[in-house]
């Protein structure tokens, strides 16, 4: 069966500092991957998305950037935090061409930048 | 403009109090509707997918129905097990990456 895995679950970081969240998928080949962030009060926010190895779709622009070093691997950086890059970090997953089909999450990343 | 409301954004039940949670879609060629529930702390879990008007879908006490415009999470005499959030998505006709999320209704179920 296939499993996610995100680290870290929660993350304490000063403003101006960088950043990386990891993002690992198993039990499945070139899955579609996902990074969401979750506000209070808001809804899912899709950041980034990767049909493929060094394949990245930028949602929004901001502060943070995506990279997909391995097939399984997902990565979610920023070079300097700002305050307003706290939130819920989300890692989702699909199968290949499977548009119709459900996202499947991690347990996220709560982070807070002071 | 593509928008997924749910209402009420809140819902406090009794044990055994059945009810039902709603989600209105806004979208362009809906493509999929999708319920998701959320434990505090935790990612979303995926519930159920809902591909045209009039289909239903039952997972022990709850029930998701899709009309044209909405969907209803029924739930059946809760527990308070069921407390969480609830959260409904929908995929737009063309936009094969993209999921629009509700913002959520919070149940909380007392026993």
């Known amino acids: 069966s296939q499993t996610i895995h995100q680290w870290p679950a929660t993350l304490v970081q000063p403003v101006g500092s960088p950043l990386s969240l990891e993002c690992t998928v198993e039990?499945?080949?070139?899955?579609?991957l996902y990074w969401y962030r979750q506000a209070a009060g808001r809804g899912l926010q899709l950041l980034f998305y990767s049909v493929g190895i060094g394949q990245i779709s930028s949602e929004v622009p901001q502060n943070l950037s995506a990279s997909r070093p391995q097939d399984r691997q997902f990565i979610l950086s920023s070079k300097k935090l700002l305050l307003s890059d706290s939130g819920f970090y989300l890692c989702a997953w699909r199968g290949p061409g499977q548009y119709n089909s459900p996202l499947h999450f991690g347990n996220g990343t709560r982070l807070t930048v002071t | 403009e593509d928008q997924v409301t749910q209402s009420p954004e809140a819902l406090r039940l009794q044990e055994g109090e059945s009810s039902s949670l709603n989600c209105s879609y806004t979208v362009s060629g809906l493509r999929g509707l999708f319920w998701y529930r959320q434990d505090p702390g935790k990612g979303p879990e995926f519930l159920f997918t809902?591909?045209?008007a009039g289909e239903e879908k039952e997972k022990e006490r709850l029930k998701a129905t899709l009309t044209k415009k909405e969907s209803f999470l029924h739930i059946t005499a809760p527990k308070p097990e069921d407390s969480a959030t609830y959260l409904c998505?929908?995929?737009?006709?063309?936009?094969?990456?993209?999921?629009?999320f509700g913002t959520g209704t919070l149940l909380a179920v007392q026993p």
């Open positions: 998505a929908v995929r737009p006709g063309g936009a094969t990456n993209k999921l629009i």
């Open positions: 039990g499945t080949s070139n899955p579609n």
């Open positions: 809902l591909y045209s």
